[in-house]
């Protein structure tokens, strides 16, 4: 394979084919490339149904990214989930396996789930969300990831500031003022974080990327999550604050109706409200750098097109000094 040729160049149709026919799936020819960028999925339709499942998703993941053995502990805890029905899709086992492996891919194979994003300025909905949340997170207490990292200040902002910089991946023009204002957000962010420990407050397996597009949305049975990929060790609250958005009065009141739902089936603890800016400020900082890391992933420039101009930068300037204004506010209550 020519050195410039991204790995996923060379998963074409036939790959995807090829490597389910290899485990006994046989797809009749019709694929629809889902909306992912850290992995390849493909929704397939089959010749003949496996396990009743006439479409299922193949889930090709980016190599070098996980160990098997961090692979395999998102698949055990979406089993666990699956065993306490919590509606979280987990992958199929196959042969006796779920991670399964074809010219140079790790690949699993998981039932096709319909729904939609689900509408969050209803607050019954958001309720909703919450219930199912406490439930994900009462099996997620129920024991730590062995291989799978915490999403902490180190993994999610100083090696991403530290690995922009050692890459030039800044303008120099903006350069000086993105890594000041960084350094200041950074800072209140390893305040919060240490006081988070000498609070004493826990840590569990998250879900770790429960934004509105993991969620699927059916009238009749509600929420059920998608995408463990990002499975971390971090606070409760990691899987609600993306849920939050416009400003403080709004995301005051969906913040209400979360917890109104999440208290119905386990206990939160308030103290981690003051996390919620400082972990919306770790997401922009890593964001960042995860484009600026994929981006010889030709689906990357052209899904990004506007990533890596000093406007982009500029505009991230701007957004850390927001989020350490926001940091100095008092936390939401609810």
Same mark, same amino acid.
């Given at each position: ?10 998963? *074409?149709?036939?790959? =995807? ?14 694929? $629809?490339? +889902? ?14 149904? !496996? ?12 190599? @070098? ?20 029905? =919590? ?10 396996? *779920? ?20 509408? +969050? ?10 219930? !199912? ?13 062995? *291989? ?15 690995? $922009? ?27 919060? !974080? ?30 059920? !999550? ?16 993306? $849920? ?29 409200? @003051? ?58 209550? @609810?």
């Amino acid at each position: 394979m020519p050195e410039s040729l991204h790995p996923y160049e060379t998963l *074409t149709p036939d790959v =995807v084919l090829d490597a389910l026919a290899a485990i006994g799936l046989y797809g009749d020819g019709r694929l $629809l490339a +889902l909306s992912s960028y850290e992995n390849r999925v493909y929704q397939v339709h089959l010749e003949t149904p !496996f396990e009743g499942h006439g479409m299922v998703v193949a889930k090709f993941y980016r190599p @070098a990214r996980w160990t098997e053995a961090q692979v395999l502990e998102e698949h055990a805890f979406a089993a666990e989930l699956a065993a306490a029905e =919590v509606p979280a899709v987990a992958p199929l086992a196959i042969e006796g396996r *779920t991670l399964h492996r074809h010219a140079g891919f790790d690949f699993s194979v998981s039932p096709r789930r319909g729904g939609r994003r689900p509408e +969050l300025d209803d607050l019954a909905v958001l309720e909703w969300i919450g219930r !199912f949340l406490a439930r994900l997170h009462g099996v997620g207490a129920a024991r730590p990831f062995a *291989t799978r990292p915490a999403l902490d200040v180190q993994a999610f902002g100083r090696e991403p500031h530290d690995w $922009l910089l050692a890459h030039h991946a800044i303008p120099l023009e903006v350069q000086a003022e993105w890594e000041r204002e960084c350094q200041l957000a950074l800072a209140q962010v390893d305040a919060a !974080f240490a006081e988070a420990d000498a609070r004493g407050l826990a840590r569990l397996r998250t879900h770790g990327d429960c934004h509105p597009g993991n969620i699927l949305w059916t009238p009749d049975a509600g929420p059920h !999550f998608v995408d463990l990929d990002d499975a971390r060790t971090s606070f409760a609250v990691q899987d609600l604050w993306m $849920l939050l958005d416009g400003d403080r009065a709004q995301r005051q009141r969906q913040l209400g109706a979360l917890l109104d739902g999440y208290e119905q089936m386990r206990e939160f603890d308030r103290r981690e409200l @003051a996390l919620v800016e400082p972990l919306r400020t770790l997401r922009l900082v890593h964001y960042s750098a995860w484009l600026a890391r994929r981006w010889d992933d030709p689906a990357f420039p052209q899904a990004f097109p506007w990533f890596g101009t000093p406007d982009y930068w500029r505009d991230q300037v701007l957004m850390l000094k927001e989020q350490g204004e926001a940091m100095a506010e008092p936390p939401l209550v @609810a």
